[in-house]
């Protein structure tokens, strides 16, 4: 069973930047289209980014430009870099991984919070 391991939050000011990471476990890493989603309180799950086997990159319009997502198949990590933070951005955040419409895995979420 492929577990995922999110890492990265924290607490960051209005216009700060967070990098989160997910390591996942088992040797198929490189086959899953992996994404990050993330919930608000009160809100549902939302889909932030994917990433997909051959690095085609996917983003919800709230991020673009202001989110990258990236993968290192060799530590079998994702990441997702997130930049000019806005207070809506609060969530926690949680790694995905899919095999075409099967979800594979879920994170436990990492809490992300952007306040002054």
């Known amino acids: 069973q492929v577990q995922l391991v999110e890492s990265g939050g924290g607490l960051v000011t209005p216009g700060g930047s967070l990098r989160l990471s997910c390591v996942a476990s088992?040797?198929?890493?490189?086959?899953?289209?992996m994404a990050w989603y993330r919930q608000a309180p009160g809100k549902e799950r939302e889909f932030v980014a994917n990433?997909?086997?051959?690095?085609?990159?996917n983003y919800a319009d709230s991020v673009q430009g202001r989110f990258t997502i990236s993968r290192d198949n060799a530590k079998k990590t994702l990441y997702l870099e997130m930049n000019s933070l806005k207070p809506e951005d609060t969530a926690v955040y949680y790694c995905?991984?899919?095999?075409?419409?099967?979800?594979?895995?879920w994170g436990q979420g990492t809490q992300v919070t952007v306040s002054s």
């Open positions: 995905n991984a899919k095999i075409g419409a099967n979800n594979i895995a």
């Open positions: 088992g040797n198929r890493f490189s086959i899953y289209t």
């Open positions: 990433i997909g086997d051959i690095r085609r990159k």
